[in-house]
């Protein structure tokens, strides 16, 4: 056996065809997991700009597509408040029913991600650590970060334009939040879950003339830590890097 079948096996969908003989919480009746992190009661929050009132992101779907490419070299120039707010509900917003159905779809509606937002230059916005809370729609303060920048890029294996970004998002993976449903099928439901939310975050970049480049090189055990999670129950997953530019 090539050392890649195991992997090629992960993209397959032999398992679908076990699904009655799988071991799943949800069969037994196991309460779901949450679809949010809890948060302690001393947290501190940012606001964001709430859907209803964006005056940004008015660019036809035609030409949103049609512009989407990743780009690594960005202005320096910051991103508003509204525009991170239109990013981010964009990327993993609710959209406005008591089902928390999202912008981005995911298997089973189980959306098993947290959005982890590494802030450069953000006006109105301390540099530093948050977390995306999508159903209040605001940020969770996680604190200052030390060189932030060379972290970043780091972390990231050294790349030079990541910390030229005005702000990074990861995504993390809290893979039982998927299990609880689908068990071992899940993981390759994760995998395509991130694609559909990180594509939304490109065509939204496009619609306020900001780039963005996705990123999976980086180091697990590092990113990780920066962020703060065990690494097992919840691990990153992906992340790209997003900042002004000029379209030519």
């Not at 707010?85 to 981005?104: F, H, I, K, Y």
């Not at 970004?165 to 879950?193: G, N, Q």
């Not at 939304?200 to 990123?215: F, H, M, R, S, T």
């Amino acid at each position: 056996m090539k050392s890649t079948d195991n992997n090629r096996n992960f993209l397959k969908a032999y398992l679908w065809d076990k699904w009655g003989q799988l071991d799943r919480d949800q069969e037994k009746g196991v309460p779901a997991p949450p679809f949010q992190k809890p948060y302690g009661d001393d947290a501190s929050f940012v606001e964001l700009i709430k859907p209803e009132d964006f005056n940004v992101g008015n660019i036809a779907l035609r030409e949103a597509l049609g512009r989407r490419r990743s780009r690594r070299r960005f202005t320096g120039d910051p991103l508003t408040l509204e525009e991170l707010s239109w990013l981010l509900w964009s990327a993993q917003g609710v959209t406005g029913d008591n089902e928390g159905r999202r912008t981005a779809p995911s298997a089973g509606g189980r959306h098993p991600f947290e959005t982890y937002l590494a802030v450069n230059r953000v006006e109105g916005l301390r540099p530093g650590l948050y977390r995306y809370l999508p159903f209040e729609h605001r940020l969770l303060v996680m604190g200052e970060v030390q060189g932030l920048e060379e972290r970043m890029a780091e972390v990231c294996h050294g790349q030079k334009f990541v910390a030229g970004a005005a702000v990074a998002f990861f995504w993390t993976a809290l893979p039982y939040r998927a299990e609880w449903c689908y068990s071992l099928i899940s993981h390759k439901m994760i995998a395509i879950d991130a694609g559909h939310l990180c594509q939304n975050l490109y065509l939204a970049c496009e619609a306020i003339d900001a780039g963005v480049c996705a990123i999976g090189k980086y180091s697990q055990h590092k990113m990780d830590h920066l962020l703060g999670v065990d690494g097992t129950d919840e691990f990153a997953i992906y992340g790209a890097v997003v900042g002004k530019t000029l379209h030519k």
